[in-house]
C-alpha cells in the first residue's frame, strides 16, 4: 500500500451564530511523517489569506483563535466576516503522496435587526397604498411578513377568509405589501417581522387610515370659490363705471401755464433769449 497523507473532516460545513466559537475539524487519517506541517487559509470573494502560518496564527486570528488537537482550527468569538471557506493544509514530506488539504465551508449566522418600517399615514379608499419592510444586517438574509392588528396577513389572499376582501400582494423576500385598492377594512395598525435562521426582529406598529373621499363636498367647495370670484370681478367692474378708481388729476382743470412774474420781460430773438428785468 502506497503511504499517502490522507484528511479528513467530521463536518465540512459548520455553522455557528455570530459570536460564538466553531471548531474547524480536520483530522489526518494517515501518515508516517512524525511531524508534518500544517496550515490553514481563508478564502473569501476570490481573495486568499493566512490564517495558520509557520506555527503561528496569522492577522485577527492571533488573539481569538488556536489549533486543536494538532490541525483542528478553533474560532472564538466568530463574526460576520469570519464567513468563508477555510482550508486546511498538511505537508507530510516522508508520505509518498506528501500533501493533501480539504476545505471547510463555514457560515456565520447574523440576527437581524429592527426593520425600517414604511407605512402611509391615511389614504383614500380606491386608492393604491405601498407598505415597506427591510433590514440589511441579517444573513442569512431575512424574509418578512407583515402583521395588521397583531394578526399575520397571509401572502395569498384567497387561502385565508379573512383577507379575501382585500386587494393586497405581500412579497416575503422583499418586505413590500401593495394594497392595490384599499377599502375602509384596512385601517388598521401595521407592523413587519423580519426572520432568519439566526433569529427576528419587529418594528413598532404603525396607524394606517383609510378614508372616505368626499367628492361631493371638494365640487361645493369649487363652486363656491368661482362664486366669490366672481363677485369680486362684478363689484370691481362697478366700481369703475362709477367712477370710484377715475384719476383725480385727469378730472380736474387742464394744466396752464404759469403766468409771468412781475418786472420781467422775455424776449426772443433769432440766436437767443435775453431776460431784461425792469
Known sequence: RLLAVELTSSNT??????????ELSCI?????TPDPRIEWK?????????VFFDNKMQGDFATRAEILSR?????????RMDT???RCEVAAPSDTKTIDEINIQLTVQVKPVTPRCTVPKAVPVGKTASLHC??????PKSTYSWYRNSEPLSPDTKSNAKHQNSSY????????????AVHKGDTGRYSCIATNDAGFAKCEEQEMEVYDLNIGGIIGGVLVVVAVLVLITLGICCAYRRGYFANSKESGESYKTPAKPDGVNYIRTDDEVTVICI
Open 71 to 79: 490541525t483542528s482550527l478553533v474560532i472564538k468569538n466568530t463574526t
Open 84 to 86: 468563508a471557506t477555510y
Open 169 to 180: 400582494s405581500l412579497n416575503p423576500t422583499t418586505g413590500t405589501l401593495v394594497f392595490h
Open 42 to 50: 481563508k478564502i473569501r470573494d476570490g481573495e486568499t489569506s493566512y
Open 134 to 139: 427591510h433590514e440589511n444586517e441579517g444573513y
Open 13 to 22: 460545513k459548520p455553522v455557528v451564530q455570530e459570536f460564538q466559537s466553531v
Open 28 to 32: 489526518i487519517k494517515s501518515t508516517v
